[in-house]
């Protein structure tokens, strides 16, 4: 499916990473099914459909199984009556979010009990196909794949393995011509599924980290970030450089992301804004460090007994504004 991936196309939609972006393209020119592990908001998703964007078209029967038009599948296809389409690689992406809730048939697909009285119970014509077929020749990307039951990890093991699925007594030949790339937060994670040895050996795990540097993490805010008002550029720096402090702080087992990078950027413009300025200063940040960062991070049971999350954020940015003279200064500090 990916045999004319080379290893030497960019992956340019995620800035910094080169560690994962070998790994990646090293399973990928293998066809290997991989797992990318890592904390919430580093650009997971990214970097998966970046991937498909950078797969060549392909042709391919327009029906619900995407059928290769040399090896139909389904009846419709296998009547002659359907026409072909040209698949390009963004649209060879199907994402699957992972849930408890989320059931083999929503995946896999099911018999639809008007057709079975119509076909019969165990007629091709009976089945409703899932989204997996979707991604026929294509890539099929589970985020969150550790908060799938059990049951669904089970059915994935035979579509990846043998290329077909049991729903009920009712055995469905797959075109499982696709690549798996699952996506998940560390294990400790809460309200996730603990993922069998056998479900995993199916898999390459590459992991995935925050932005190596702050020049990479600034870089992103920029690129990604609302621009509504002009935002110093030694201020910026100094405002990611505390959330990248934050993330080393042994009091903290959920650790706040580039999404809380952005946060700041964008609401410290907000006030500004408000405030009747078209620039940001160190008030601006302060303004909107507790509200951006408190849900963000998690501290550990010991620490939570004695203070919450709020109080922690407000009492680490007042230290950290002791230690910048350029917040200080400002009126930057809570």
């Given at each position: 499916?990916?045999?004319?991936?080379?290893?030497?196309?960019?992956?340019?939609?995620?800035?910094?990473?080169?560690?994962?972006?070998?790994?990646?393209?090293?399973?990928?020119?293998?066809?290997?099914?991989?797992?990318?592990?890592?904390?919430?908001?580093?650009?997971?998703?990214?970097?998966?459909?970046?991937?498909?964007?950078?797969?060549?078209?392909?042709?391919?029967?327009?029906?619900?199984?995407?059928?290769?038009?040399?090896?139909?599948?389904?009846?419709?296809?296998?009547?002659?009556?359907?026409?072909?389409?040209?698949?390009?690689?963004?649209?060879?992406?199907?994402?699957?979010?992972?849930?408890?809730?989320?059931?083999?048939?929503?995946?896999?697909?099911?018999?639809?009990?008007?057709?079975?009285?119509?076909?019969?119970?165990?007629?091709?014509?009976?089945?409703?196909?899932?989204?997996?077929?979707?991604?026929?020749?294509?890539?099929?990307?589970?985020?969150?794949?550790?908060?799938?039951?059990?049951?669904?990890?089970?059915?994935?093991?035979?579509?990846?393995?043998?290329?077909?699925?049991?729903?009920?007594?009712?055995?469905?030949?797959?075109?499982?011509?696709?690549?798996?790339?699952?996506?998940?937060?560390?294990?400790?994670?809460?309200?996730?599924?603990?993922?069998?040895?056998?479900?995993?050996?199916?898999?390459?795990?590459?992991?995935?980290?925050?932005?190596?540097?702050?020049?990479?993490?600034?870089?992103?805010?920029?690129?990604?970030?609302?621009?509504?008002?002009?935002?110093?550029?030694?201020?910026?720096?100094?405002?990611?450089?505390?959330?990248?402090?934050?993330?080393?702080?042994?009091?903290?087992?959920?650790?706040?992301?580039?999404?809380?990078?952005?946060g700041l950027y964008e609401r410290a413009q907000a006030?500004?804004?408000?405030?009747?300025?078209?620039?940001?200063?160190?008030?601006?940040?302060?303004?909107?460090?507790?509200?951006?960062?408190?849900?963000?991070?998690?501290?550990?049971?010991?620490?939570?007994?004695?203070?919450?999350?709020?109080?922690?954020?407000?009492?680490?940015?007042?230290?950290?504004?002791?230690?910048?003279?350029?917040?200080?200064?400002?009126?930057?500090?809570?």
């Amino acid at each position: 499916m990916i045999n004319s991936f080379s290893g030497g196309e960019r992956f340019d939609d995620i800035l910094g990473q080169g560690l994962t972006k070998e790994q990646l393209k090293s399973a990928l020119m293998m066809n290997r099914h991989v797992i990318i592990v890592g904390p919430p908001g580093i650009g997971k998703t990214t970097i998966a459909r970046n991937i498909a964007k950078i797969l060549p078209s392909v042709t391919a029967n327009d029906c619900e199984y995407n059928c290769d038009p040399s090896n139909p599948l389904c009846p419709k296809c296998r009547d002659g009556k359907v026409k072909t389409k040209t698949v390009k690689g963004l649209n060879r992406f199907i994402r699957i979010q992972g849930s408890p809730d989320l059931t083999v048939e929503d995946l896999i697909g099911d018999i639809d009990p008007t057709k079975a009285l119509k076909h019969g119970a165990m007629s091709l014509e009976a089945f409703t196909p899932g989204k997996i077929f979707k991604a026929n020749n294509g890539i099929l990307f589970f985020d969150e794949v550790n908060r799938c039951p059990e049951k669904l990890q089970n059915a994935l093991l035979q579509v990846l393995e043998e290329g077909k699925a049991t729903i009920g007594s009712y055995t469905v030949d797959l075109p499982a011509n696709f690549i798996f790339i699952g996506a998940m937060n560390p294990q400790e994670t809460a309200a996730t599924e603990k993922l069998s040895d056998v479900f995993l050996d199916r898999f390459d795990i590459v992991h995935m980290g925050y932005p190596e540097k702050l020049s990479i993490e600034k870089e992103i805010v920029l690129a990604k970030g609302i621009k509504k008002a002009e935002f110093p550029s030694q201020l910026l720096e100094i405002t990611i450089d505390f959330i990248r402090i934050l993330r080393a702080n042994k009091d903290l087992i959920r650790k706040p992301s580039v999404r809380a990078s952005l946060g700041l950027y964008e609401r410290a413009q907000a006030n500004a804004i408000l405030a009747g300025r078209k620039k940001v200063n160190a008030s601006d940040i302060a303004k909107s460090v507790v509200s951006v960062l408190s849900h963000r991070i998690e501290l550990k049971p010991s620490v939570k007994y004695l203070q919450t999350e709020e109080e922690f954020i407000a009492q680490e940015f007042k230290k950290y504004c002791a230690e910048h003279e350029e917040l200080e200064t400002s009126g930057g500090c809570l």
